[in-house]
């Protein structure tokens, strides 16, 4: 056996045979203890840097898909045939690949580390934002038909880099972060930071790239992703892997689905990824700034040819929001996860009530505040989600790329679903019909979660105790 294997299967063992000492009350736990630390570490470092690298790539996401927006809507105002189904089918593809690269590349960050998936992810995401603009360098004008396969295309591509990257990143941080839970919470909750705090400064920067660069604001995008790759650089992971195939995958990943905790969830983390797919993508930016009027809605239109309000008020939002994911960080490691859950949820009913009638002309003074305090519990939902799905990632160890990539899979088909029927729902009935839908998934999501609490508590006594 190798010094590497020796040293991936001492460890636990060590650790192991100190827990059974401390069962039993025996004096030898010292020198248990004192011989762990003989055995090399084999954990991951650099875990700041790969924070620093999801705060580059929510930058970029960001901006991108409000770039691409007001790409959509310039074509529209230059005689395209652009609607809000086809912005939201456009923008959906990039959760096509996801959907079926993610768990591969998840359990092959496993076996052959995860490094290198952390520094092509990004790059390939570079290489996609590229590709949108050719069609628009001869002409103002393009064929319909080629600005539709080069968006498409790009989003394919951004995708892969997506599917690639997102696995690997949460794989590093869960097994970084094992025996310490509110470190767990704490670095959770950095990372949407990093998310959040990225989407703000995207949506504050995205509107103004197109604003005063216009196509070469595509170039920009590209800059921010490569900045992310080169960011994991620093990133030393773990030296404990192991060969993996196909067949041994799927066997895993049914072997994960099927535990309780995890396959009572899933309907709620779609839901909830669904309500991002709603909100966070090009769809917004069209229904907002598209040269449209509808009676009695008041938010559709009233930005058309303002893109610098435009990312005043969704750069607002998003400060607001990475604001509450502080005070979360810091209450979040000490906060039972399913009621945090169950409570954050709600939050995305409040924030749509209020801007349903803010939509039809409420006073600001009253629905505002609604808003605000919606967002605010929303803002706990997904560093209490990736930490409840860390906590769930210790019964399977060694297939922490693997779950990650199946929640690469979950996040895709929620956000697939978001931008689909967000766009239909747009289509439809405008702002009103983003802000029904969303209440619709958080109805959803509520009732997941309320059911995986309550058969948590009705577990029998002789199960494996877990964090509810």
Same mark, same amino acid.
């Given at each position: 056996?190798?010094?590497?294997?020796?040293?991936?299967?001492?460890?636990?063992?060590?650790?192991?045979?100190?827990?059974?000492?401390?069962?039993?009350?025996?004096?030898?736990?010292?020198?248990?203890?004192?011989?762990?630390?003989?055995?090399?570490?084999?954990?991951?470092?650099?875990?700041?840097?790969?924070?620093?690298?999801?705060?580059?790539?929510?930058?970029?996401?960001?901006?991108?898909?409000?770039?691409?927006?007001?790409?959509?809507?310039?074509?529209?105002?230059?005689?395209?045939?652009?609607?809000?189904?086809? =912005?939201?089918?456009?923008?959906?593809?990039?959760?096509?690949?996801?959907?079926?690269?993610? @768990?591969?590349?998840?359990?092959?960050?496993?076996?052959?580390?995860?490094?290198?998936? $952390? $520094?092509?992810?990004?790059?390939?995401?570079?290489?996609?934002?590229?590709?949108?603009?050719?069609?628009?360098?001869?002409?103002?004008?393009?064929?319909?038909?080629?600005?539709?396969?080069?968006?498409?295309?790009?989003?394919?591509?951004?995708?892969?880099?997506?599917?690639?990257?997102?696995?690997?990143?949460?794989?590093?941080?869960?097994?970084?972060?094992?025996?310490? @839970?509110?470190?767990?919470?704490?670095?959770?909750?950095?990372?949407?930071?990093?998310?959040?705090?990225?989407?703000?400064?995207?949506?504050?920067?995205?509107?103004?790239?197109?604003?005063?660069?216009?196509?070469?604001?595509?170039?920009?995008?590209?800059?921010?992703?490569?900045?992310?790759?080169?960011?994991?650089?620093?990133?030393?992971?773990?030296?404990?892997?192991?060969?993996?195939?196909?067949?041994?995958?799927?066997?895993?990943?049914?072997?994960?689905?099927?535990?309780?905790?995890?396959?009572?969830?899933?309907?709620?983390?779609?839901?909830?990824?669904?309500?991002?797919?709603?909100?966070?993508?090009?769809?917004?930016?069209?229904?907002?700034?598209?040269?449209?009027?509808?009676?009695?809605?008041?938010?559709?239109?009233?930005?058309?040819?303002?893109?610098?309000?435009?990312?005043?008020?969704?750069?607002?939002?998003?400060?607001?929001?990475?604001?509450?994911?502080?005070?979360?960080?810091?209450?979040?490691?000490?906060?039972? *996860?399913?009621? =945090?859950?169950?409570?954050?949820?709600?939050?995305?009913?409040?924030?749509?009530?209020?801007?349903?009638?803010?939509?039809?002309?409420?006073?600001?003074?009253?629905?505002?505040? $609604?808003?605000?305090?919606?967002?605010?519990?929303?803002?706990?939902? /997904? @560093?209490?989600?990736?930490?409840?799905?860390?906590?769930?990632?210790?019964?399977?160890?060694?297939?922490?790329?693997?779950?990650?990539?199946?929640?690469?899979?979950?996040?895709? =088909?929620?956000? !697939?679903?978001?931008?689909?029927?967000?766009?239909?729902?747009?289509?439809?009935?405008?702002?009103?019909? !983003?802000?029904?839908?969303?209440?619709?998934?958080?109805?959803?999501?509520?009732?997941?979660?309320? /059911?995986?609490? =309550?058969?948590?508590? *009705?577990?029998?006594?002789?199960?494996?105790?877990?964090? @509810?």
């Amino acid at each position: 056996m190798s010094y590497r294997a020796l040293r991936c299967r001492l460890i636990p063992s060590l650790g192991m045979a100190a827990r059974l000492r401390h069962r039993q009350g025996g004096i030898l736990i010292r020198q248990v203890r004192q011989d762990t630390r003989a055995v090399p570490e084999a954990r991951a470092s650099g875990l700041g840097a790969v924070i620093w690298s999801q705060l580059f790539l929510r930058v970029a996401s960001s901006a991108g898909l409000l770039v691409i927006g007001s790409y959509l809507v310039d074509l529209r105002d230059h005689g395209a045939g652009i609607t809000s189904l086809l =912005v939201g089918a456009l923008t959906a593809l990039v959760y096509v690949t996801e959907l079926l690269v993610a @768990p591969l590349a998840g359990a092959l960050s496993d076996a052959r580390g995860r490094k290198a998936f $952390l $520094l092509a992810g990004p790059a390939l995401s570079a290489l996609a934002v590229l590709l949108i603009p050719l069609g628009s360098l001869g002409a103002a004008l393009p064929p319909l038909a080629l600005v539709l396969a080069l968006v498409g295309a790009a989003r394919l591509v951004e995708g892969l880099g997506s599917a690639l990257s997102v696995p690997a990143t949460l794989g590093l941080l869960a097994e970084g972060t094992d025996d310490h @839970p509110l470190q767990r919470g704490r670095l959770m909750s950095l990372f949407e930071l990093a998310t959040s705090g990225g989407l703000a400064l995207g949506a504050v920067l995205g509107p103004i790239l197109w604003q005063r660069l216009h196509l070469l604001a595509f170039a920009v995008l590209a800059a921010l992703y490569l900045g992310a790759s080169a960011v994991v650089s620093r990133v030393r992971e773990s030296s404990c892997g192991r060969k993996t195939d196909g067949a041994a995958n799927l066997r895993r990943s049914l072997s994960i689905l099927a535990q309780r905790r995890l396959a009572l969830f899933i309907p709620a983390w779609i839901a909830v990824n669904a309500i991002v797919g709603v909100w966070i993508t090009a769809q917004i930016a069209f229904v907002l700034t598209a040269p449209l009027h509808v009676p009695g809605q008041r938010f559709v239109g009233s930005l058309h040819g303002r893109p610098g309000a435009l990312s005043a008020i969704l750069g607002g939002y998003v400060l607001w929001f990475s604001l509450c994911v502080v005070v979360w960080a810091v209450a979040l490691g000490r906060l039972p *996860r399913l009621p =945090v859950l169950l409570v954050t949820t709600f939050g995305a009913v409040l924030a749509s009530a209020g801007l349903i009638l803010l939509n039809h002309g409420g006073a600001p003074v009253a629905f505002i505040p $609604l808003v605000l305090a919606g967002v605010f519990l929303e803002a706990g939902f /997904t @560093p209490a989600a990736l930490a409840y799905l860390a906590d769930a990632s210790r019964a399977f160890a060694h297939d922490r790329g693997l779950l990650m990539g199946l929640y690469s899979v979950i996040l895709g =088909v929620g956000q !697939l679903i978001g931008n689909v029927l967000g766009g239909v729902f747009a289509q439809v009935a405008y702002f009103d019909g !983003l802000a029904y839908f969303t209440i619709l998934l958080a109805v959803v999501a509520m009732g997941a979660i309320a /059911t995986l609490l =309550v058969t948590t508590h *009705r577990r029998p006594r002789h199960a494996e105790p877990v964090r @509810p």
